[in-house]
């Protein structure tokens, strides 16, 4: 009798050692699988927003996962606001979330220019450039933007509509807090824009 509930506790020693060791291999296998995805994920992201990059825009993407706009109005002529938006390498001067800003070259279709900001790097391009309307698309943290500025002239002030679309990874994970991120930061931008222009007249 002995001898039999040694062969027992024997085998159940055994499969006890089994279920253990193939319970470590599964859980590495989908520790593997998981990390597997992301890697891939985060490459397929990176071809997307470069190809995003490539491409030609007049506006913002109104069928991205993340769109915002804000307006204002600026006691300046449409001429100064948009020199002073457009003048990036001064963008410090006026822009308090704004570390450090430079081009390459003029503010013209096709140029690219960096700039750093609280959040990080973001490397931009400019797409449209017009006397009351300026686009420039960028790339941040696996996020792809879209942002158009619109001027209008009115009873001698100018009208600021500032728009921006996110879409990528980053921005399809993190939407519900980067969308109010968005919001401020238009904001933000405004007032800063507004504040440099009118002391630039």
Known sequence: MSAIVKCVQSLNKDLVLDWNNSLKKILLLCVASFVGIVVLAIGINFFYVEHKMAKEYSSVNSDAVIVESRETVIDASPETVLATLTDINEWSQWN????????????????????????????????????????????????????????TEVEGKTRVVSKESWEGLTAFVLQSSLKSQLGESLETMLADLKTGAENNQ
């Open 96 to 151: 308090k979330s704004v570390s450090d800003a430079s081009i390459e070259g003029e503010f013209t279709r096709g140029t690219n220019f960096r700039w750093n900001t609280e959040s990080g790097a973001i490397n931009s391009q400019i797409k449209v450039v017009q006397k009351d309307k300026v686009v420039w698309v960028g790339k941040t943290f696996g996020i792809f933007a879209v942002h158009s500025w619109s001027l």
